[in-house]
């Protein structure tokens, strides 16, 4: 059997470059297939044109042609977040130099759990973490921060270090607007049930939480959120910060959607009161157009980071340390780590604080201008003006039945990708903007897709 050729040393780029020739037109010729934001035809559909594409995915001889077929079926069978009708998620579309260094990612291969595996990728994990903890924490103080897979796992991580710190206990209070990944922590911990706290129209009540702080026994945690996943809403951070001072309670905030805020002159104060906190969760795979995964856990005290330290004698050895090898173990529970970092510093540098504020500002000036034609068109209702890149728009007078019918057309249609969202009692759907790319033009047609389907149901008419 000849031997394969490897993406990395002295023949890795001239294997490479007849690949990525092949991976760029699997891509091209898949989208153009797909024709839409979405592949046609709902679930059974997409799955049987895959199925008889790909035919059998273990053969006995291998297949040349196995690159070209998969890419290409995968890209005809995707949801394209760069397609401005692509609007359900905080699913962004990457940007294309942040896209190549995951390439040369992937090539190095390095894995963040000793030094030997990546001298250079760890240093430049310390430079960037570093840099997004100041960012967030202000340049007083030492503060730090973690490399993790999403906002889930950074929301894992604060709550374990929130338990450390209070002693081995901590009791959760948290909105009922937030992510789901908190709550479920406290399962995953063992913690006690979080008390959870009322939030009208989406944002935790400084009031309620004031009451909840008083009459529950410590020690606290406090979880607020920049940006909520159904409506993109801030909860009220400096007065929040207030109470958890005033009752000795841990304040984590959960800014995986909103933390880019933070490079954007113009609404960088929407975020006023993040700089209290004692964690926070930043997740750049959402506003701030990375490949997944591009979480960030900040710590304002470094020295909560203790609770994660852990030996292993093949990686971290005792006088390894001593002798000046960085110890990595325990920057993550983790054990081996792709280096993920290397596509957030491209795009930080690339782009600068400044470029990457003229794209937020793009994406949330985009929720502005479709929050208008939805207030300005008779045959819907604006649930509220976007505090971020989110608008919540429904049918005027439809069910939630209806709500849901279609929403489930167009994404069976494969015209449109919208999310849903209760909120208020009833059922809204969403559009979530993240391409800096989607035009005035494009919203309007994505309006009137939403009016034309709720006009064909309301005929009688099914998707197909």
């Given at each position: 059997?000849?031997t394969?050729?490897l993406a990395?040393g002295?023949?890795?780029?001239?294997a490479?470059?007849?690949?990525?020739a092949?991976?760029l037109?699997?891509?091209?010729?898949?989208?153009?297939?797909?024709g839409g934001?979405?592949?046609?035809g709902g679930?059974?559909a997409?799955?049987?044109?895959l199925?008889?594409?790909v035919?059998?995915?273990l053969?006995g001889?291998?297949?040349?042609?196995a690159?070209?077929t998969?890419?290409?079926?995968?890209?005809e069978?995707a949801?394209?977040?760069?397609h401005?009708r692509c609007?359900?998620h905080?699913?962004?579309p990457?940007l294309?130099?942040?896209?190549?260094a995951d390439?040369?990612?992937?090539?190095?291969n390095?894995?963040?759990?000793?030094?030997?595996?990546a001298p250079a990728?760890?240093?430049?994990?310390?430079m960037?973490?570093q840099?997004?903890?100041?960012?967030?924490?202000?340049p007083g103080g030492?503060?730090?921060?973690?490399a993790?897979t999403?906002?889930?796992?950074?929301?894992h991580l604060?709550?374990?270090?929130?338990?450390e710190?209070r002693?081995?206990?901590?009791?959760?209070?948290?909105?009922?607007?937030?992510h789901h990944s908190?709550?479920?922590a406290?399962?995953l911990?063992g913690?006690?049930?979080?008390?959870?706290?009322a939030?009208?129209?989406?944002?935790l009540?400084?009031?309620?939480?004031d009451?909840?702080?008083s009459r529950?026994?410590?020690?606290l945690?406090v979880?607020a959120?920049?940006?909520?996943?159904?409506?993109g809403l801030?909860?009220?951070?400096p007065?929040i910060?207030?109470r958890?001072?005033?009752?000795g309670?841990r304040l984590?905030?959960?800014?995986a959607?909103g933390g880019?805020l933070?490079f954007?002159?113009?609404?960088?104060?929407?975020?006023?009161g993040?700089?209290?906190?004692?964690?926070?969760?930043?997740?750049l795979?959402?506003?701030?157009?990375?490949p997944a995964?591009?979480?960030i856990?900040?710590v304002?005290d470094?020295g909560?980071l203790a609770?994660l330290?852990h030996?292993?004698d093949?990686l971290?050895?005792?006088?390894d340390?001593d002798a000046?090898?960085?110890?990595l173990?325990?920057?993550?529970l983790?054990?081996?780590?792709r280096p993920?970092i290397l596509?957030?510093?491209?795009t930080l540098?690339?782009?600068?604080?400044?470029?990457l504020?003229?794209?937020?500002?793009?994406?949330?000036a985009?929720a502005e201008?479709?929050?208008a034609?939805?207030?300005d068109?008779p045959?819907?209702?604006l649930?509220?003006p976007?505090?971020?890149?989110?608008v919540l728009?429904?049918p005027t007078?439809?069910p939630?039945?209806?709500v849901a019918a279609?929403?489930?057309?167009l994404?069976?249609d494969?015209?449109a990708v919208?999310?849903?969202?209760?909120l208020d009692?009833r059922?809204w759907l969403k559009?979530?903007?993240?391409?800096p790319a989607?035009?005035?033009?494009?919203?309007a047609?994505l309006?009137?897709?939403v009016?034309?389907r709720?006009a064909?149901?309301?005929?009688g008419?099914?998707p197909r």
């Amino acid at each position: 059997m000849r031997t394969p050729s490897l993406a990395s040393g002295p023949e890795g780029a001239r294997a490479l470059r007849p690949l990525l020739a092949t991976v760029l037109d699997a891509l091209d010729t898949g989208a153009r297939s797909r024709g839409g934001p979405l592949p046609a035809g709902g679930p059974q559909a997409v799955a049987a044109r895959l199925r008889r594409a790909v035919g059998e995915i273990l053969p006995g001889r291998g297949d040349p042609q196995a690159l070209l077929t998969l890419v290409r079926a995968v890209a005809e069978g995707a949801a394209d977040p760069a397609h401005p009708r692509c609007a359900a998620h905080l699913h962004c579309p990457p940007l294309a130099v942040a896209a190549a260094a995951d390439l040369a990612a992937s090539v190095l291969n390095p894995s963040l759990d000793s030094w030997d595996q990546a001298p250079a990728a760890s240093e430049l994990e310390a430079m960037v973490t570093q840099a997004l903890a100041r960012e967030i924490h202000g340049p007083g103080g030492n503060p730090d921060a973690l490399a993790t897979t999403g906002g889930t796992e950074a929301n894992h991580l604060a709550l374990l270090l929130a338990r450390e710190a209070r002693g081995g206990t901590v009791r959760l209070v948290v909105g009922d607007n937030a992510h789901h990944s908190l709550p479920r922590a406290t399962w995953l911990l063992g913690l006690p049930d979080p008390v959870v706290v009322a939030a009208p129209g989406g944002r935790l009540d400084p009031a309620a939480l004031d009451a909840a702080l008083s009459r529950t026994p410590g020690p606290l945690l406090v979880a607020a959120t920049a940006g909520t996943t159904d409506a993109g809403l801030i909860d009220p951070l400096p007065e929040i910060a207030d109470r958890c001072a005033a009752h000795g309670a841990r304040l984590h905030i959960d800014a995986a959607y909103g933390g880019a805020l933070l490079f954007s002159t113009r609404r960088r104060t929407l975020l006023d009161g993040l700089d209290a906190a004692d964690t926070v969760t930043l997740d750049l795979h959402k506003l701030g157009w990375q490949p997944a995964a591009a979480g960030i856990l900040t710590v304002r005290d470094p020295g909560d980071l203790a609770a994660l330290r852990h030996r292993a004698d093949y990686l971290n050895a005792d006088d390894d340390t001593d002798a000046g090898l960085p110890d990595l173990l325990g920057r993550s529970l983790r054990t081996t780590r792709r280096p993920d970092i290397l596509k957030l510093a491209v795009t930080l540098k690339t782009f600068g604080r400044d470029g990457l504020g003229a794209l937020v500002d793009q994406v949330c000036a985009r929720a502005e201008e479709f929050a208008a034609l939805v207030r300005d068109h008779p045959g819907f209702d604006l649930h509220a003006p976007p505090a971020l890149s989110t608008v919540l728009f429904r049918p005027t007078a439809a069910p939630d039945t209806t709500v849901a019918a279609v929403r489930r057309a167009l994404l069976t249609d494969g015209t449109a990708v919208l999310g849903r969202a209760r909120l208020d009692g009833r059922l809204w759907l969403k559009a979530t903007l993240l391409n800096p790319a989607t035009g005035p033009d494009d919203l309007a047609a994505l309006l009137h897709l939403v009016a034309a389907r709720r006009a064909t149901l309301a005929e009688g008419h099914t998707p197909r």
